[in-house]
Each structure stands twice: as structure tokens, then as C-alpha cells.
């Protein structure tokens, strides 16, 4: 009940708190007729005892497989080469993630460069520079990489999707192109900031 509750829950992030707490207290209630029929089997049928723990498991399981199935934390991440009328989405994510960005993190000169170079124009640009992909989540455009040659750069995503396995695809689609244009190393420029991703994801080689 705790768990279900909390931030942290499936249900908390896939329920309206209506629907959660419509859900919660049905298991509550049953949970107490189970207890009130377990102390009365001691001396009686166990049948009702037994009828009520059946709909209270088949409940708990249905509850949990349609969140499951229902979950945008369970949407696959589709990777595919860029097309021009992703550069609006692409922009937009960028800038996204611009915003974002902690005070002092970056020089502010650094952030406004990157602010100015991150037009549609300026994306469709990149894409005739470098081999761009695009992530797909939710039938939604949500994330970019690149590379050129054996070289991983211009990771972002959406950031109201992190930790959703996003980055990670990206990341892993771009170095398989990589490996199979013939190089035995990837290359990775990211800031120490960022290390620790590529690290986890044990990438070839990367430069801060």
C-alpha cells in the first residue's frame, strides 16, 4: 500500500490519483474481509475465507498486468535515420534541454552558441554534415544522435522522458552503424558531466 502510494510507483506515474485511490481501496477493503474471514474459518467452513483471497489475488494480478500493458514506461524506443521534418521536433529538444541546464554549469556564452545553432535550418544543416538518427517514443519524435566516421556526439532527449532507456538506444544504434562501417573503436566527446552515462554503457572510448 506504501509502495503504491509513492512517487516511485507504476501506478503513480499511470493513474490519476481518482483511479489510485479508487483501486486502493478496494484492495483495502477485501484485504479486511480476508482477515475477518480467516479468524471466522478458525471454527467454520473455509470457504468463504477461500472465495475472498481468490477475487483479491485475481484483482491484485489483473490491476497490475493493465497498468503494465497500459505503461509508457513499457513503449518500446524505435531508432531511425532522420528525416527532414524532424528538425522542428529536434530543435525544440534541444532547447529543452537548454533551458534546463543548471546556472553555471556551462558559461553562459557556451549555452547561447549552442541556443543560436539549434534552428530547424540549423539541424537540417547538421544532417547533410553527419549521419543523424531519431528516436521514436510514444509515436512522439524524442531524441537525436550523431556520428561522423568512428565519433558519438549530440546526444539529447526529451527531458520530461529521461530515464526511460531513451539515450541508451540512441546511443547503442549509433555505435553499431559505427561498427559496421568497419571501426574497432567509438569514439565519444562528452563533458565530465556526462562520463558516467557513457561509461555504463561501456562505450569504446570517450574524450572529455
Known amino acids: 500500500m506504501l509502495y503504491s502510494q509513492s512517487k516511485f510507483s507504476v501506478l503513480e506515474k499511470e493513474l490519476s490519483t481518482r483511479n489510485k485511490r479508487y483501486r486502493s481501496t478496494i484492495i483495502v477493503i477485501l484485504a479486511l474481509l480476508l482477515y475477518s474471514a480467516q479468524s ?8 468463504l475465507y477461500s472465495f475472498i483471497a481468490v477475487i483479491l489475488l485475481v484483482l491484485i494480478i489483473a490491476f497490475t498486468a493493465r497498468s503494465c500493458l497500459k505503461s509508457k514506461q513499457y513503449t518500446p524506443t524505435i531508432v531511425r535515420d532522420y528525416d527532414d521534418s ?5 530543435s525544440d529538444i534541444i532547447l529543452k534541454n537548454l533551458n534546463r541546464v543548471k546556472k553555471g554549469r556551462y558559461p553562459n556564452a557556451v549555452i547561447e552558441s549552442i541556443r543560436k545553432q539549434s534552428t530547424p535550418a540549423d539541424i537540417r544543416g547538421l544532417a547533410k554534415e553527419k549521419h543523424v538518427f531519431v528516436a521514436e517514443f510514444n509515436n512522439a519524435v524524442v531524441g ?12 539529447f532527449t526529451d527531458p520530461n522522458l529521461h530515464r526511460k532507456g531513451i539515450g541508451r538506444a540512441l546511443v547503442g ?13 567509438v569514439e565519444v566527446y562528452a563533458n565530465q558531466d556526462d562520463q558516467a552515462f557513457y561509461t555504463k554503457l561501456e562505450i569504446g572510448r570517450a574524450h572529455v
Open 40 to 47: 471466522a474459518a478458525i471454527n467454520k467452513s473455509l470457504f
Open 86 to 90: 524532424d528538425a522542428g521536433a529536434l
Open 144 to 155: 537525436l544522435v550523431c556520428i561522423d566516421s568512428n565519433i558519438i556526439s549530440s546526444v
Open 173 to 185: 544504434s549509433a555505435e553499431k552503424a559505427i561498427i559496421k562501417r568497419g571501426y574497432q573503436v
